[in-house]
């Protein structure tokens, strides 16, 4: 059994060697940080190990290094470490989900114990997944790509039928239609699980630093090139390259990212050493490519090499009857991160979210939801109430009758597509609509409520 991992993160040199070797000693395989954000790299669902950090740090600290964390995955545990006899510092910090809290100074031993529980808590975390999964519950991408359209279960099959093999894939979408969601999705769900996923932002690369940042560079390279260094390339091997917006990258780096993509070979700057690469990667683009290509603003032959396999992501418009059930699960994520009691969304609110444009997407859509949680409401719309008192009953019957509405308003009445949406027959739908006093339109019908 290969050891346990500990993603070690202190800017304090000999603190971090002292810990790493204590920690190795323990019988762990330590990676050490010198700043929390290269970590993230490494922290997937995944993940199998832990991360230590301490909290007070130049840049992103241990508190938002948690935070971080915990968007990508909640069960991960996460150690803080501080110098400072903070105790309300240490409160907040288990309080937003630290698994443990250290105060230096520290013995080997006590952190070594608290990395080892920590450790078997996220094997079991992971195993309880995997028997979840084995019983047939609703599976991760499914949750991460949520949505009952046509559109959507393509997308999902043709995810899966991809991701435990080593091709490159291009994905393609709108702004904010979660083209790094499903990017994440494909690298969780493959043999590189445990590796870095390694982001590059390809519109927001400094043109005077673009080829050490992605190819690294040997000590003297340049002026100010003290010591060697990894490049991006060379810190994900073994895992996954997601190169974001492809399209805005320029045209000299596709021409050398044309060798790497082909041979899966870099060279640093300065040096003439190639170093080999396993790494898969993953291309987005909210343009068309093709058309890029025809304006001469985009090289062919990078293209063709890069979409060996290609996802579109559809936008809202087109898979309307998903609007409301993804609407719901974003609203109880933000219910959960802003610590709200969720109170779901009368019929009405429900109707105008299925009726509406979103142009931005599933991005726009958050935030909508995120407003509505925080009491702002939308674009008018009432905000929701407080009904701690409501029986359960009450409020299930009311979130069913939401679901309901949303989606009849989103198929425009037509009812056949909503009852397959819904995965119930018809019968039940009627019965349902009856009960609620729900008429083609959504809305309340006086006559059926008088029936039922």
Request: glycine share 8%.
């Amino acid at each position: 059994m290969m050891p346990a991992t500990v993603l070690l993160v202190d800017d304090e040199e000999e603190i971090r060697r002292s810990t790493s070797q204590t920690l190795q000693l323990a019988g762990f395989d330590v990676r050490e940080f010198v700043a929390a954000e290269a970590v993230l790299d490494y922290v997937t669902p995944g993940f199998r190990g832990v991360v230590v950090s301490d909290i007070r740090m130049p840049g992103m600290d241990g508190m938002t290094l948690l935070a971080r964390v915990r968007d990508i995955d909640a069960d991960v545990p996460v150690i803080l470490v501080t110098g400072h006899g903070d105790v309300q510092l240490a409160v907040r910090a288990m309080r937003e989900g630290a698994y443990d809290f250290i105060e230096k100074p520290f013995t080997g031993k006590h952190l070594s114990d608290v990395a080892a529980r920590a450790v078997d808590r996220r094997g079991l975390v992971l195993e309880n997944r995997l028997l979840r999964a084995a019983a047939g519950q609703r599976d991760d991408v499914e949750s991460r790509l949520p949505g009952r359209s046509p559109a959507m279960i393509d997308l999902r099959y043709r995810l899966r039928a991809v991701a435990g093999t080593d091709a490159d894939v291009l994905i393609v979408g709108d702004t904010g239609v979660g083209k790094e969601v499903a990017a994440r999705a494909l690298h969780d769900i493959s043999g590189r699980a445990d590796r870095p996923f390694v982001a590059i932002n390809c519109a927001a690369l400094p043109a005077n630093l673009i080829e050490s940042e992605l190819f690294g560079h040997e000590a003297g390279a340049f002026p100010g090139a003290i010591r060697a260094r990894f490049g991006k390339f060379e810190h994900a091997r073994g895992g996954t390259v997601l190169l974001d917006e492809i399209g805005s990258m320029p045209p000299d780096l596709q021409a050398r990212l044309i060798r790497v993509v082909q041979e899966r070979v870099i060279v640093r700057l300065g040096s003439n050493e190639p170093i080999p690469l396993d790494i898969r990667f993953i291309a987005t683009s909210k343009v068309d490519l093709e058309s890029e290509v025809a304006a001469g603003r985009f090289r062919a032959d990078l293209l063709y090499r890069l979409n060996v396999v290609t996802l579109r992501m559809p936008p809202l418009s087109a898979r309307r009857e998903d609007v409301p059930i993804l609407f719901f699960q974003l609203f109880r994520e933000a219910a959960g991160r802003y610590r709200r009691d969720p109170v779901d969304p009368p019929a009405h609110v429900v109707a105008e979210i299925a009726r509406r444009d979103w142009p931005g997407n599933v991005r726009e859509l958050r935030n909508a939801a995120d407003r509505y949680v925080l009491g702002l409401g939308i674009d008018g719309l009432e905000q929701p109430v407080d009904e701690a008192g409501e029986r359960l009953a009450d409020r299930v019957a009311r979130f069913e009758r939401s679901v309901i509405a949303g989606t009849i308003e989103a198929h425009g009445g037509v009812l056949k597509p909503v009852y397959e949406t819904l995965g119930i027959s018809r019968k039940t739908l009627y019965e349902k609509m009856q009960r609620y006093g729900l008429d083609r339109g959504g809305r309340h019908d006086d006559d059926a409520s008088e029936r039922a």
